[in-house]
């Protein structure tokens, strides 16, 4: 039930309404991996640079991740700064220092190649095609991008969307993909590349499930307060892969309550800058937030 | 179980990708009366001027709702027009001529003073609150209002917000209303002012019921094409009204039954111009998308 993560480790310095961190952990594996953990073991894929502090995702060692796959190269780590501006649905990006993570090659460590649940996180697709190549026998592909390679590498994106069996995309990011500005067409279009799912991520507006017969709609947990929104799809990402992973078994049911705990998950990293949330919960506290979930959509 | 609408009767001119309608009959009472009328009998006060055409709102009459309150003023009847853009979730203005509807005063007829549910729809809070003055027993008073009311009459509005027992709102007016940007938060700050409950719209985003110790979110039916949103708001509040005035009892079962009713038939109130698709249907098609709304919500 080994999940393998392929995808960016940063040091991010967030803004928002309610403070500022500075050189915090996260990037796309490390924010998949702190959720994902939480359900099953996880293998990360990825490089950081000899500026890493690993004393500070020591908590994912302890929580079954498994960090062997992380290369540390000779210069610094991916540097991304951000600003959330008042109503936390806009952020502006301040800088983007690629360092060590501009050459990323995935290598995969030999007894990775097991991994029966992988996470192709946001990263250029032809590395996620090289990641694919090296599975033995995946037993479920889930997809990750952005508009940066949905317009520069739009024929090799295509090309991973054909072999993945579900996306995880959000709304905007949906509609660049097919140009056409409805939402549920746009889905259904994608779903004929291939995939047998989609998941349409819509931040305070919850999640959907598309699959080729059925729809499922995920609300957002009302958190009381959101601190920093950063991480918070692939967290989302991560809560979905754990609990199919956990479940074993992959069926619309599964994928629908896998929808339900990514969303919740989700909920937890947004109550406080970086990991900090994510780090302190358990699975328990997931599934009490997860059974709120039900009694908010009972009717 | 008989609801009284109070508010605008239009001839509505509106542009969208899919096309053209003008000086088609609408206004915020005629969309509420045309979705509430599936449930239960309605009482519409309103004005029109000599050229409103009443063979174009026959069906209404054939369908329990009375128009002995709707007064015939010398003059026009209010016009407003609009240009929806690509995407269908902002609308430009185009005209707004008020015409007879300027100096519209409520006068409720004998016989509707029994109405036990009261839908003030978007008028002059003043004008809400003598509609209150009015009533003899209401058995449960819904109340809507706009950014114009916000900012122009905000005492006047309040007042009548401590007075009824239900909002409908969109997440812009409440964030408008309160001053801050956190949608719960703010909820919370409206319902102290007296109402039990608030019905947050979110369009196709789907709506939110709160009360003081409860959420419950209910997505927007996946319509496969949407026409023309005009009306679908008035028209959420007409499937949630009449819901509630059928079923007689108010509980937070049957509230969150409303809101799913309201979101179904403002569902099909956008796959057309005007009342096309409220003409045509009946309770058994919305109870049909109702159970479509149970099994995509189901987990």
């Known amino acids: 039930m080994s999940i393998l993560v392929v995808g960016s480790i940063a040091l991010d310095t967030v803004e928002t309404p309610y403070g500022k961190a500075t050189d915090s952990p996260g990037g796309s594996a490390l924010y998949f991996s702190a959720a994902a953990s939480l359900f099953a073991p996880v293998n990360v894929v990825g490089v950081v640079g000899t500026d890493f502090d690993f004393s500070q995702i020591e908590f994912l060692r302890e929580r079954q991740v498994n960090l062997e796959g992380l290369k540390v190269e000779a210069g610094e780590t991916f540097r991304w700064g951000g600003r959330y501006r008042r109503d936390m649905n806009r952020r502006d990006t301040l800088f983007t220092y690629l360092n060590v993570f501009e050459k990323f090659q995935p290598e995969i460590p030999d007894h990775y190649r097991e991994s029966q649940y992988i996470f192709l996180a946001n990263i250029d697709p032809e590395l996620q095609m090289t990641v694919l190549d090296r599975i033995r026998q995946p037993r479920l592909t889930v997809l990750d991008t952005m508009n940066f390679w949905i317009s520069g590498k739009r024929r090799e994106l295509e090309a991973v969307i054909q072999r993945v069996d579900i996306l995880i995309l959000n709304d905007e990011e ?126």
Chains 1, 2 share one sequence.
């Open 174 to 299: 949906i509609r660049e993909l097919t140009g056409h500005p409805h939402i549920f067409q746009s889905a259904q279009k994608l779903l004929e590349l291939g995939p047998t799912a989609l998941v349409i991520k819509k931040g305070e507006h919850g999640a959907i499930l598309v699959t080729n017969h059925s729809y499922f709609f995920s609300p957002a947990y009302p958190v009381s307060q959101v601190i920093d929104p950063t991480g918070a799809g692939d967290s989302f990402a991560g809560g979905f892969l754990g609990y199919l992973a956990a479940c074993g078994e992959i069926n619309e049911a599964n994928m629908r309550r896998a929808v339900i705990y990514g969303s919740t998950v989700a909920s937890f990293t947004v109550e406080d800058f970086s990991f900090k949330r994510l780090k302190e919960i358990t699975r328990a506290d997931v599934d009490s937030r997860v059974e709120e979930m039900r009694l908010m959509t009972l009717f």
